[in-house]
């Protein structure tokens, strides 16, 4: 079994696409852990609706390229529409950005996903669940990636994630 973390996003419908995921992914594999969900801007469109973001640890046996496949069928379940605009606003996202130590490069997937270096709503919730992490291939701890990125504009929603964690990692509906 290898340790996998896959971001979470959405911006239609958030509140309930992310839980809709969160609950699909435990069929996926062994879900340990999520960050907090954090409610952050669009990537440059101020116009769209804000997202909630946030990383799920999963427990898995599946390769990588599987794993993605099984992440992307959970996205067509909730509905993801995609289109040529990679930015447009989505039902949910799903990446696979950390599989165990592995650091790869194909077509279809970079491990561990680039965007974490920059990206607040990706480097954060990574920590958060694995604050001693070295991302593969880069040798940088995600602690002081974490560190060097702004969090003002995330705003962490602790009782939707209270209530995620109850209800996706406990069995517990509340």
């Not at 990446?95 to 920059?118: Q, S």
């Not at 694995?130 to 602690?143: F, V």
């Amino acid at each position: 079994m290898v340790r996998a973390f896959v971001a979470v996003g959405s911006n239609i419908d958030a509140a309930a696409n992310v839980r809709h995921a969160v609950l699909r992914l435990r069929r996926l594999a062994r879900l340990k852990a999520i960050s907090t969900v954090y409610l952050t801007a669009a990537l440059g469109r101020l116009h769209e609706s804000p997202y909630y973001n946030c990383v799920a640890e999963l427990e898995t046996d599946q390769p990588p390229l599987a794993l993605k496949q099984g992440l992307h069928r959970i996205e067509d379940a909730l509905g993801r529409q995609r289109v040529a605009d990679k930015f447009a606003a989505r039902t949910i996202d799903l990446d696979l950005i950390v599989y165990d130590e592995l650091a790869m490069e194909t077509a279809g997937l970079r491990l561990p996903d680039p965007d974490i270096m920059d990206r607040p709503f990706l480097a954060i919730p990574l920590w958060e669940l694995a604050p001693d992490l070295i991302l593969p291939g880069r040798n940088m701890a995600i602690a002081a990636i974490a560190a060097r990125l702004r969090a003002e504009m995330m705003k962490p929603l602790e009782g939707y994630t209270a209530h995620l964690r109850r209800e996706a990692i406990h069995g517990a509906e509340s």
